[in-house]
């Protein structure tokens, strides 16, 4: 009797969870919540899942799904990842594409969400309800971090300044300069110069050149001239994009670039 009142007590459970403005939920704390065995809070689950009610994230974690989002099937990443990365443990900041559009910067919202770790890389999530990219770095100062609040608490940010570093560094990987020319021009009406340039003094030198030029050409001044003091004559040429085998083309002398694509305006 007691196995079968508790058993049927979970979706209760699950719904106070929502109450207090939580979306995700650990098979380890269902195990500890219920005095069940793992294969009946297993079968459970996989009822719960069915009915569009559940759905696992990751192994051992799984996301509450709400009747409003039903239809597709999994709630937005903003309001189970925090969980998530806690579940895992691991440090993160929502980054990129992400970053950009929680500043306001970016017409729609980006196809997949995009997270910053450490190493080592986490698998990426991609199926037909979810996609969620992990890129790696090996550490990041805290207070280029933002706290966004959200209707279930709060995200790890990357500030402004941060995100258009980071956009510039994994270019290849998320599209090209092209795709992220319209992000960062936008994003610029956000950016500080004073806060760019202490973010500056913590990225490699190439993010630093690639991004003051792409500030040149997108006419923002004031935060171009706010990096070309880390230009000096020992400065190295190097291509301007990462996604082109090319290595030749006219060369910018003022961020010592070589311009080895054609930039979209």
Known sequence: MKRNLTYNYVEKYLTEIQSKGRYSVTLDELKSRFDISEKAILQKIFRLKNKNQLAQVRKEFYVIIPPQYSNRGMVPPTLFINDMMDFLNRKYYVGLFSAAALHGAGHQQPMEFQLMTQRPALRKINNQKLAISFFTKNEWEQNQIIEKKTEVGYLNVSSPELTAFDLVQYHKRIGGLNRILPILEELTERIKPS????????????????????????????????????????????????AHKKRTGRKNEKWKIIENTILDF
């Open 195 to 242: 806060f760019l340039l202490k973010t500056a003094k913590t990225q490699k030198k190439p993010n630093v050149q690639r991004l003051g030029f792409l500030l040149d050409k997108l006419e923002s001044e004031k935060l171009s001239s706010s990096l070309i003091g880390f230009m000096s004559q020992s400065s190295k040429e190097l291509p301007l994009s990462l």
